[in-house]
């Protein structure tokens, strides 16, 4: 059994469970359901962080590091990296939590996307906190 790593410390962004749904063709959890779990993490930290809506406009990395497997409960940490004028950048680290013969703990994904501030219109607005 490949070495288990702990969870950060503090509260994950989210928590959700990998389902059979969530499979692609080879049977392991699609690559593509992820990114989305990543997104929705990056988008939540970069709104608590600035207290406005945000789109996303760049993935700037993503490194699948493990797969992930039906069963696992993925943890999302999303941590803001910096803030430009419009834009605000978040660190994702993404961990599987495995329950089959003991508890063990795996980082499966890391990624750093870029969102930007908009205002009702979906325009840029300006980011007022920083880091």
Request: glycine letters at 8%.
């Amino acid at each position: 059994m490949p070495a288990s790593c702990k969870l950060p410390d503090g509260e994950p962004t989210t928590r959700v469970p990998a389902m059979p749904t969530d499979t692609n063709a080879g049977g392991d959890i699609f690559g593509g359901w992820i990114m989305s779990q990543v997104d929705i993490a990056g988008s939540i930290a970069a709104i608590r962080y600035i207290g406005k809506r945000v789109v996303t406009v760049a993935v700037n990395a993503l490194h699948f590091k493990k797969p992930v497997y039906v069963g696992d409960l993925l943890s999302c940490y999303a941590h803001v990296e910096k803030t430009g004028r419009t834009s605000i950048t978040v660190s994702v680290e993404v961990y599987a939590e495995r329950y089959r013969e003991g508890v063990e703990v795996v980082r499966v994904t890391e990624a750093t996307l870029t969102y930007v501030a908009v205002d009702k219109k979906g325009r840029p607005e300006a980011v007022s906190s920083s880091v």
